[in-house]
């Protein structure tokens, strides 16, 4: 079982919709969640980072974390034709000099006009 | 200025070459990274850097030398790659190693192409 699970997808939904993505992890260990978009040939961009549990929002962007679940999400609300991307999640345990972000495969995400 | 820029952004190169990737950022960030990502995978990480130091090595090949001249510069020399060596190589940075825990910033990334 990998660490971090996230369904690769293609998810496609209709402009306008409000969009879910999600991941599950096996580490309880894990405190800092991340939410990275990645456009085609483009680097990832951070979208949002999470602190334990609890929700942040940023715009028409929405982060959980259930920690008791081992469950992220990201929402995406009236989503458009350029949220199409691959988005990954990313999770960190440790503070110390041997720092690592876990990564999941990223789910590619398509918004039909 | 909030960028990590690479260059180049693409480059082919046979088996018996020696090129080197770059990558250059002035937020004055003092952890650095390069990570390697095949198609429809997530970014694999290679190196880090801290405070211009190697501080993570995960078990790359030789045929990779990472060097980081000063606190702006990374650089990723490559030497007798393989073609399975193709892919995006991805250079990252932090304010310090442990606010990478908050986030990185990425550049867009070198395209390598092996023939």
């Known amino acids: 079982q990998k660490e971090v699970e996230q369904d690769p997808g293609p998810l496609s939904v209709p402009e306008g919709a409000i969009v879910s993505l999600n991941c599950t992890y096996s580490n309880s260990a894990f405190q800092y969640f991340m939410w990275y978009r990645q456009y085609s040939r483009k680097g990832p961009e951070l979208l949002m980072y999470t602190y334990s549990s609890g929700n942040k929002e940023d715009g028409r962007f929405t982060a959980q974390v259930d920690k008791s679940s081992k469950y992220i999400s990201l929402f995406i609300r009236d989503s458009q034709p350029s949220d199409s991307a691959t988005y990954l999640c990313?999770?960190?345990?440790?503070?110390?000099?041997?720092?690592?972000?876990?990564w999941g495969a990223g789910t590619k995400l398509i918004i039909k006009p | 200025d909030t960028e990590v820029t690479q260059t180049p952004k693409h480059l082919v190169m046979g088996m018996t070459n020696k090129k080197s990737l770059k990558c250059e950022q002035h937020?004055?960030?003092?952890?650095m990274y390069w990570y390697k990502q095949k198609a429809k995978k997530p970014p694999e990480l290679m190196f880090v850097?801290?405070?211009?130091?190697?501080?993570i090595n995960e078990s790359v090949p030789s045929r990779f030398s990472p060097e980081c001249p000063n606190s702006s510069l990374l650089n990723l020399h490559l030497h007798a790659l393989q073609p399975e060596d193709s892919a995006l190589y991805l250079c990252?940075?932090?304010?310090?190693?442990?606010?990478?825990?908050?986030?990185?910033?990425f550049g867009s990334g070198t395209r390598l192409t092996v023939v």
């Open positions: 990252a940075s932090s304010q310090v190693i442990r606010a990478a825990a908050r986030g990185y910033t």
């Open positions: 937020m004055g960030h003092r952890a």
């Open positions: 990313a999770m960190s345990a440790h503070l110390d000099s041997n720092y690592q972000l876990i």
């Open positions: 850097y801290s405070y211009e130091k190697l501080s």
